[in-house]
């Protein structure tokens, strides 16, 4: 296997590591939780088979997809995903700072919770 600029070509070699304070990592990851979560929630509605509508408070007109709605539909799994990535990512930077820079398996398992946590609400 050959490397590259960003890998020295073994398998389980993590081809991207953010380096940096935490409060830069979970940034960073928060921002690309809300990419990740944007493409899914375009997906979602460039594929939903009804027009995406809110019922409100004049009604809309029946069978026409509503701009605000689809908007919600993109914006909710954004802020969700972005909302999970951080918690994991800040979560894992507290451990890391709490356990004097120890980067075991411990600090993503607790991470992991506090994510899951986060989606479970």
């Known amino acids: ?7 020295n070509g073994t398998f389980d070699d993590p081809k991207h590591k953010v ?3 935490g409060v830069t990592r979970t940034m960073y990851s928060a921002g690309v939780g809300a990419m990740a979560g944007t493409f899914y929630g375009t997906c979602l509605a460039a594929w939903y088979p009804d027009p995406i509508q809110s019922t409100g408070k004049f009604g ?3 069978g026409r997809t509503d701009f605000r709605a689809v ?3 993109i914006f909710r799994p954004a802020m969700w995903f972005s909302l999970t ?4 990512t800040a979560v894992e930077c507290l451990m ?3 356990r004097n820079d120890v980067q075991d398996p ?9 994510g899951g946590g986060g989606i479970w609400m």
């Open 1 to 7: 296997m050959g490397g590259d600029e960003f890998s």
């Open 19 to 21: 380096n940096g304070p």
């Open 60 to 62: 809309g007109i029946p």
């Open 71 to 73: 908007g919600r539909t």
């Open 85 to 88: 990535a951080g918690t994991f």
């Open 96 to 98: 890391e700072a709490g």
């Open 106 to 114: 411990w600090n993503s398992l607790v991470a992991g919770l506090a």
